[in-house]
């Protein structure tokens, strides 16, 4: 069923990866740190960079410097989110987290750099007119109103009180990892100088869509294949979906939302097909 | 001899304070967290950008952009640099340091918002047509070739045999420091398309002196006047340009950049007076 998308994402890593090759030589111990946390990862943000480019015939040379760029802003969260005075995980992609790696200093600064290195791709030429369009509106997701704003509600939700709403937790991820997720899908759009509409209606469902299969992870999934700690959300006793959906409640919940990502693929006809394969990979993913 | 100076300085603080209050409303903790990292500071960097502006035309509406982002670049490091896992200071401008008002947590994410708003600041309509190059200057005057790899030689040479020469220190704070001051004197050029090189002559020897003053601070200021520790490099036996060329050496040499900084500002003639004044303040300067 998602074949089409399997492949895809297989073309997709390979392509970042050789643009990462040419954009980060591993010149000194801090390009090694960022060119560590940028692999091992499912790219799937990139992916949907590429594919929301390829639905706008953009070219090639544009959107690599948007996925990786999109990748490095993701790399860099996940650096500073396992940190000990974050989430203190010692896995991220089966491999070690940076600063177990290295240490605690050196993966506050590759994270930094990361965040840099992302704008710095966007401002190059290749990206071509609408350059300026896709700083800003990752800027926005990315900053103080986007992904920073969600870590700050969920640390703030681990020593509230109460637990979180259903609404609340549907707020948090929304910004957690729903804008960047948001914004690789419209990338394509975007870069086009195209209306990014239906594919954001999209990523809005594939966003949700994915975080829930997270926390369905979390509870069922097996540490060595998921790539990190599970089991850490009951643990804590933290509200997730799974908590006020219950199991079999969240992944109806997760469907519905992969068809609804589905349909709203409908203005692009078949172009749109491997996009939906990949809403019904989310769902289905075991790491 | 820098009452000029000491004017532009405090005016200059007043517009990018208002600008702030604009572009960073209260609206939430992390709103508070980066309001309070950006107040206090000279804003030099600020400056340097609004009077780099100024001697070329450039609207207010856009050099604000700037000024104000290069100060978020500017208060986003410091606020990383004195984690516990970096510097692990306490104190900064005379205020308790971000993670130890708040926590290190907060702090991680109070520093990754402000860069990131340096760049959605950028992207804005209202920097106008040179919007890009600055984008990219500043990317790469921050990122992994500037200002990050200063730091990490920082952190290496902590642990290093062999203490730093002063080439090797030189390089280094160039990278650390110099990058974004560079940066800043050259962005009023870099709005208004025009050659930005001698504003970076002017900045180049302005940002050694400076580094070379702060050196100086560390041995002869008062740690309340200065608004931070003092004698740290002394007492880790750390290289600095004082350890290197004695006192007076160290003040002589900064003498002669200041000299030099003057003289790279003579296209200008008596328009690039302020600037001048700059130089002589940074090397006189008792915080």
């Given at each position: ?64 410097e948007a996925a ?108 957690k990892t729903g ?44 540490a060595a294949t ?62």
């Amino acid at each position: 069923m998602t074949a089409g998308f399997t492949a895809a994402l297989l073309q997709a890593q390979t392509q970042i990866l050789n643009h990462m090759d040419r954009r980060l030589p591993q010149a000194d111990l801090l390009h090694q740190t960022m060119d560590y946390a940028l692999r091992g990862g499912k790219m799937l943000r990139g992916f949907l960079v590429l594919e929301s480019a390829r639905l706008h015939d953009v070219p090639e040379t544009a959107a690599i410097e948007a996925a990786l760029a999109i990748e490095c802003i993701h790399a860099y969260s996940l650096v500073h989110d396992d940190l000990p005075a974050m989430d203190d995980d010692d896995l991220r992609r089966g491999q070690p987290t940076l600063h177990r790696k290295w240490d605690e200093a050196t993966a506050v600064l590759a994270g930094d750099s990361l965040q840099t290195l992302a704008f710095e791709l966007l401002a190059r030429d290749s990206v071509g007119p609408n350059a300026l369009s896709l700083i800003r509106t990752l800027a926005k997701a990315a900053g103080k109103d986007g992904m920073v704003s969600g870590q700050m509600m969920d640390i703030a939700a681990e020593t509230a009180e109460t637990p979180l709403t259903l609404d609340e937790i549907t707020i948090l991820q929304a910004r957690k990892t729903g804008c960047l997720i948001e914004w690789s899908a419209c990338a394509g759009a975007r870069l086009a100088g195209a209306d990014p509409a239906p594919l954001r209606h999209y990523a809005q469902a594939l966003g949700l869509a994915f975080q829930i299969a997270d926390d369905i992870l979390d509870v069922e999934g097996d540490a060595a294949t998921v790539g990190k700690a599970v089991r850490k959300d009951a643990d804590a006793g933290k509200a997730t979906f799974v908590s006020h959906l219950g199991l079999e409640g969240a992944k109806h919940r997760a469907q519905e939302l992969a068809d609804l990502a589905c349909a709203a693929l409908a203005p692009y006809g078949a172009a749109g097909d491997t996009l939906k394969d990949a809403a019904r990979f989310v769902i289905s993913r075991d790491s």
